[in-house]
């Protein structure tokens, strides 16, 4: 006797739908009968694609009674959110690769499928190929996990590779990767901290078993980091990422940011280049582990989104209750600390005239703002008569940083405040 198949229905096929869909022929089990695209005249490189399910209306998708499970490839809040509650109010179990709409209303349609006993899945949503969120909601669930860093975005880390590589500017290297189709035409979401944002609110979330909201995730994108800093930051033993950490403290206060950082040569994330994602976990019992791959293109995120959908189809049918680990209850939100309250270590680039008492002056600043120096160079004293000053401080408070990068604006001595850097602590 033939077993019942289990009928999927698809919104987008770009490139991840495309990916999907290409993987799920291989499942007898499994039949796409509904495709949801925006444009349906639009030429797709997918060999055995019945274009008879193609609909240009993504409600005919989750409206349909056929369908068991809807996969919503789309992106962007609007109109997925309305589209995966449709879905779940009529029956459909979800499974998402869409990041923004989890951090920014990842509560409500959480709410919505757990009032109607259905299951939202959304491995590809973080870190595309890499399994991470099935591990932290399973077999590392007896972990008190109290650190998470990671590198989330393969644009920005292509682009600071490449810079650091060639020795290049920031907008030489995003016109380049934006001509080999790595970077988008307008690459805001990317390079401006967005996507990794919206990531690592999630990976807390799950991380910290408490909800972080994203409004309360600092972020800082890639777009100020210089060609001067690549070098100087390779000169002190460091390499530069744009860097999402999450934190736990032991009073219970979470510290969830996305900035360029300092961090040393020789650390694990240090190594992770181009497109590559990683993701470093710390807790107990565990220790220390880090999972690194393919963060974003068709086959590795479809590899995440099919390996979603296999979860839920082998327990259809099965149970009233599906997945259990994998549901998310947010029950208790997380308290979070505010940037200007944390304490970090930076690098700071200064351009400053070649006078007398000016190294002094730099030092004095710094201490009338509570700021112990680690490390201060000059190089590079330029025909006028101006110097370039490498600054590395101790463990000191954002606040107290941020004073000091006023007083050395406007102090009569600095010509400019070039960068300023966290170093990973
Ligand atoms: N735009 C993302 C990146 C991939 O560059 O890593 C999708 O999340």
Redesign the pocket.
Known sequence: MESKKIKIGLIGLGTVGSGVYKTLEAFENIEVVKIAVKNKNKKRNIPNLDETIITDDAYEVVSNPEIDIVCELIGGVDPAFDLIKTAIENGKHIVT?N?ELLAKRGEEIFNIAEKHNKVILYEA?IA?GIPIIMPIKTILAGNNITRVEAI???????ILTKMDVQGASYEDVLKEAQELG???TDPT??VEGF??AY?ITTLATLAFKKKIRFENVYREGITKVRAEDMKAANDLGYKIKLIASAKMDEKGYADVRVHPMLIPQDSTLAHIDY?T?AVSLTGHPIGHITLSGP??GEFP?ASSVVGDILAIAAELDTTDYLLPMMRCRHEELAKCIDISDTQNKYYLSLNAKNNKGVIGNIGNICAECNISLESIVQKNVSENNTADITVITELCKECNMQSAVKAFEDSEFINSVNSLIRVQI
Request: no cysteine; proline share 0%; net charge negative.
């Open positions: 690769a990041k949503a595309g989330l975005n393969g644009t920005t880390n292509y790595y970077a988008e979401g990317d996507d990794a990531k497109v994602n963060g974003a995120t």
